[in-house]
């Protein structure tokens, strides 16, 4: 769930707007707008903003792995640049696969064969192919109980370099 100040600032570029149109809408949409309503203008900002990376993150790194960010989930392009150096040389199929797995906690559907394939194959062997179900189910599993101040990885420390002290303590 990595924002870097440039998305934040063009944050109105992506689908946030619509966000902020209808996050109020539903029966909990009152309580929550008493609640946003009573921030200071740039916090409240800052607090929607962090519920719609929050709501969008799974697809978001879906997008980024794969490729094929539209800029509607936010204009993350640094972190895209990031991601992509990270995976560059490997295939698109195994990016696509990569991307369907991180995207899958978020969703409810580990039991569709047709998308978590038992034995996807990445080479020509049966030691080059993997469980996307079974990958799938440890990502949800470890995503439920970790629990612990260490979550946020290194490579999010270095995007946002937080620059004054109090943050850096925060971060660390």
Aim: net charge negative; charged share 35%; hydrophobic share 30%.
């Amino acid at each position: 769930m990595v924002v870097t100040s440039e998305e934040y600032e063009r944050r109105h570029e992506s689908s946030f707007p619509e966000f902020k149109r209808t996050v109020f809408d539903g029966d909990q949409g009152k309580d929550y707008h008493e609640k946003v309503a009573k921030m200071p203008d740039g916090e409240a900002e800052r607090f929607l903003y962090q519920g719609f990376v929050r709501q969008h993150h799974a697809e978001r790194i879906r997008q980024w792995i794969s490729g094929k960010s539209k800029g509607d989930l936010g204009i993350a392009d640094r972190v895209i640049s990031e991601v992509d150096q990270v995976l560059k040389g490997l295939h698109d199929r195994f990016r696509k696969d990569l991307g369907l797995i991180c995207e899958s906690h978020h969703l409810d559907d580990l039991d569709d064969l047709a998308n978590y394939k038992l034995s996807q194959p990445y080479g020509s062997g049966p030691q080059e192919s993997a469980n996307l179900q079974y990958c799938a189910i440890v990502l949800r599993t470890a995503d439920l109980l970790h629990v612990t101040k260490d979550r946020a990885p290194t490579i999010s420390f270095r995007m946002i370099n937080p620059s004054d002290p109090k943050r850096t303590e925060e971060w660390r």
